[in-house]
């Protein structure tokens, strides 16, 4: 009786205690961002996911900024460090105009220097940067680095000129990153930069500083006021909080706890429609999902590297007759009800000016699947439902990774269509490190997986032929005419002429259907109608949060 | 006797020093041969191959396995554990960072467990099949039968989400840093109500189970009859006799549940989003950070071991018969 009182007691006091000194974000000017996990470092260098880059885009500023031309469907450089810049008639060079009115957090100004030495710290092999070995348009040395004095001419403290290599086609894109403090870093040895303190107190010169660092719990970012990008009326703190788990991501956004969640789930949208205080949204465009073949023979491969069709997916009608035997609208119109759209190739619908929209889709049509297979050899000739080529019968595993329920339910489908054609196929569900290793390793007949992809447009990276030197081919495609395009690309410049060449591509990419593209996937967001002037598109959910209001 | 003790106890310590060498030989090499790799995180797919075999280097993962073992023994034994791929620091100070609170967490919940589990037993076989002990063994075994994750999200709902008293995740509210002490000290003790309740629970069932039924064996002996007759009163009964004579299995059990439950954080701490020793090994895991997986395993071997060595040295120590048998 008497632990039944005091149990209540204490109950009751840490309720009224705890309720007291609990803020209602309702009633701040500050925002709280749900992150999934926690992040490693705040150095830019080393932001290798997807976290770590929003949170130090936030911090760092960079030399150009870029933001997303809705009706080009493209990339758009703007001021940001650098005030203005001007390329040389070769482009062999580019001059920089930087800003004499940017501080770091610590007080010191920022000037040309810090340019130069973040180049040179980004390249340096003893830093293993996250952009390590990427700058190939550049004077380095036999390991990569970067040749700092071939390459920079600093012409005053807020004047640089970079130098690119001959017969280089640099593009801004690929030599904006963000800058770091040489002051700070400059007397750390280079190889202990990764585990350096200076990454866990940052001296930053972007729109927010860091505030507080709870490990695993928050990151709280409060405005700088004294940055050039610094809006009075915007938004004062940014809080990111870390919530692991799925379903209380979305209990704290309905209790007004956090006030933005992405990568929500489609399935989850009818009960968030209910909270009359949340908007919801999606980024497009941005990852799809597909059925890979393996186009060759994994093992023959793997033994000897000896290229030789795979036996079931080497052929391109092949392939085509899959596509055309999958129900691709009905997973977008049952599972993804509205949040996609289905693709047709590797490029983004969001590519306005690149995308091919004269292809015709795969629409789905069993008889000409079968009529397709048939053509190819592909009979049940012994009639156990089950489609035959000589000795060989069409049945296969398909991988998906394990805990992702529309992967589930879309190998559901699949399975279920390919039967109707004759084909058999099991589901091998495992965990997603499996999968991609089982990916580099080509060590599969056929699997699902979604891919990010990259801004600005990059298809070189996953259909170029070379499998050595282009890891993300996963399926092994191979095709001369492609390369001749794909390597045409690299070296051009002019926009109308890629626009030209993409679409060149795409077509080959169509008529060969090295994989079965499914759907573009949207992210959908879910928010506090409180914050307002988001501007959510194709380069991020935060993209530019400084922006944001918040309605009082 | 002294030199006796000695000895046992230096044969329990080489005996529990072996068990862990064994434990994270094993793991060295199960986490190596499992599929995935490390590197692929770290490489930029744009880049040239060449490139992932540096960084493998880095990560000395270029070497024979066998060869990585024995500079793994040669570190560990030196008390480096190598540096986590992950974090880019040494797996010992990033343990650090976390274990405290999967210990506190733990001792804190094990001390509700004990209390609540002793009350709710005494009171139950104060009237053996009466309606409250009924209903309890029916409860404790749904809640014994129910998974932790099952019950975590079922209280947040409603105690989060309906009732709205609790919140439903983290260790402290974002803004507690402008707190006072008092004030943090709360709010910490307010985020933890959910989920040392959720922990609890399951454990709470185990424990009740097993001192409900040894009070009730040792209520049914004869001394205890015996006592009665003498007209000792019931309440001396209960706690100079019963008690003790009931308590020594509860002991053992309680070691191996603690071990048990170090493990069993993991789920909660995902659950409520609470930065323990859990959801860091989850993170290793998946992201094939070899070393802080090792490193983690090694630290809870070494916590379960060090319990059950605990729990037997208080058996010992309370019953002195047992002191030779426990310790072997």
């Given amino acids: ?552 | 006797m002294r030199s006796t003790i000695a000895r046992l106890l230096i044969k329990r310590i080489f005996s529990s020093l072996i068990i862990l060498f064994l434990i994270i030989t094993f793991l060295f090499f199960l986490v190596r041969i499992s599929p995935g790799d490390p590197v692929q995180k770290f490489v930029n797919p744009t880049l040239s191959p060449k490139l992932a075999e540096q960084v493998r280097e880095s990560l000395n993962l270029d070497k024979p396995i066998h060869m990585q073992y024995i500079g793994f023994l040669t570190s560990a034994i030196s008390g480096d554990l190598g540096v986590s791929y992950n974090f880019r620091r040494d797996v010992s100070s990033v343990i650090l960072e976390y274990l405290p609170f999967t210990l506190l967490f733990t001792s804190v919940s094990f001390i509700f467990q004990m209390i609540v589990s002793f009350w709710l037993s005494i009171k139950s076989v104060k009237k053996i099949n009466g309606l409250f002990d009924r209903a309890l063994s029916n409860i404790t075994l749904l809640i014994y039968a129910t998974p932790v994750f099952v019950t975590g999200v079922f209280l947040v709902f409603i105690f989060s989400e309906l009732l709205n008293i609790f919140p439903s995740s983290g260790l402290s509210s974002y803004d507690s840093a402008d707190f006072s002490f008092w004030a943090r000290l709360t709010d910490y003790i307010y985020h933890l109500i959910l989920p040392i309740i959720t922990l609890s629970l399951i454990e709470i069932a185990i424990f009740y189970k097993y001192l409900r039924d040894n009070l009730e064996d040792v209520y049914n002996k004869l001394f205890v009859l015996n006592l009665r007759a003498s007209g000792v009163s019931e309440k001396d009964i209960l706690l100079k006799h019963v008690i003790p004579n009931a308590i020594n299995p509860l002991i053992t059990i309680a070691g191996i549940e603690l071990g048990i439950m170090l493990g069993g954080t993991l789920i909660v701490e995902v659950v409520f989003g609470l930065p323990g020793m859990g959801r860091l090994i989850i993170e290793a895991i998946f992201t094939r950070d070899y070393p802080l997986v090792i490193g983690c395993s090694l630290v809870v071997s070494f916590l379960i071991i060090f319990s059950n060595f605990l729990a037997d040295i208080i058996k010992a120590f309370l019953d002195k018969r047992l002191l030779t048998g426990s310790l072997n």
Avoid at chain 1, 150 to 163: G, L, Q, Y
Avoid at chain 1, 410 to 439: F, H, P, R, Y
Wanted: net charge negative; proline share 5%.
């Fill in chain 1, 1 to 552: 009786m008497i632990i039944k009182k005091y149990s209540l007691i204490i109950i009751a006091l840490l309720l009224v205690v705890g309720g007291c000194e609990k803020e209602s974000p309702v009633h701040s000017n500050r925002v709280v961002v749900a992150l999934s996990a926690d992040i490693t470092s705040f150095n830019p260098l080393f932001s290798f996911s997807v976290d770590e880059g929003v949170v130090s885009e936030l911090l760092y500023l960079s030399l150009v900024d870029f933001t997303w031309d809705e009706e080009k469907g493209n990339i758009k450089p703007g001021p940001m460090l650098a005030k203005k810049w001007e390329w040389s008639k070769d482009s062999s060079s580019i001059t920089f105009d930087l800003r004499d009115d940017v501080y770091w957090s610590d007080g010191r100004k920022f000037y040309a220097e810090d340019v130069v030495f973040s180049f040179d710290v980004y390249s340096d092999p003893g830093v293993q940067s996250r952009l390590y070995g990427g700058f190939t348009d550049f004077y380095t040395d036999d390991e990569n680095h970067v040749n700092v004095n071939k390459t920079f001419e600093v012409i005053d403290s807020f004047k640089v000129r970079i130098n690119f290599k001959p017969n280089s086609t640099p593009t801004l894109p690929e030599i904006i990153f963000h800058i770091i403090p040489k002051h700070v870093f400059e007397n750390v040895e280079r190889k202990s930069i990764e585990a350096s303190e200076e990454n866990f107190k940052p001296v930053t010169n972007g729109p927010f500083k860091l505030a507080g660092w709870d490990k695993n719990q928050t990151i709280r970012l409060k405005v700088n006021d004294q940055s050039f990008l610094h809006n009075p009326n915007g938004v004062s703190e940014i809080i990111f909080k870390v919530v692991p788990d799925y379903n209380s991501r979305l209990t704290q956004l309905k209790k007004g706890e956090v006030d933005f969640v992405e990568l929500v789930k489609t399935e989850d949208i009818p009960g968030l429609k209910q909270v009359d205080y949340l908007n919801i949204s999606s980024q497009k465009g941005r990852e799809y999902d597909y059925l890979a073949w393996n186009n060759i023979d994994y093992e023959l491969y793997n033994t000897n590297g000896k290229i030789k069709p795979h036996k079931f997916f080497g052929s391109p009608v092949v392939r085509r007759a899959l596509s055309y035997g999958i129900n691709r609208r009905e997973i977008l119109d049952e599972y993804l009800a509205g949040y996609g759209q289905l693709a047709i190739g590797p490029v983004s619908p969001i590519f306005k000016g690149v995308i091919d929209s004269g292809l015709e889709q795969y629409e789905y049509n069993p008889e000409k699947s079968k009529q397709l297979l048939e053509s190819e050899g592909w009979k049940d000739i012994d009639n156990d439902g089950i489609l035959e080529k000589g000795n060989t019968e069409f049945r296969f595993k398909l991988f998906i990774p394990s805990g992702n329920p529309r992967r589930n339910y879309a190998a559901t489908i699949v399975k279920n269509n390919l039967k109707q054609l004759g084909i058999d196929v099991t589901i091998e569900s495992v965990e997603m490190g499996v999968l991609i290793d089982n990916m580099y390793k080509k060590a599969m007949d056929a699997w699902m997986i979604g891919l990010y992809i990259a801004i600005p447009i990059d298809l070189k990276i996953a259909w170029y032929s070379d499998l050595e030197k282009t890891p993300y081919n996963f399926v092994s495609y191979k095709n001369a005419e492609a390369d001749k395009i794909l390597d045409e690309i690299s070296e051009e410049t002019y926009q109308g002429k890629l626009d030209s060449l993409y679409r060149q591509l795409q077509e080959i990419i169509h008529r060969d259907e090295p994989v079965t593209f499914l759907y573009w996937v949207d992210n959908i967001v879910v928010y506090n109608k409180r914050i307002e002037n988001i501007n959510i598109n194709p380069l991020g959910t935060i993209h530019h949060c400084w922006n944001w209001t918040v309605r009082k």
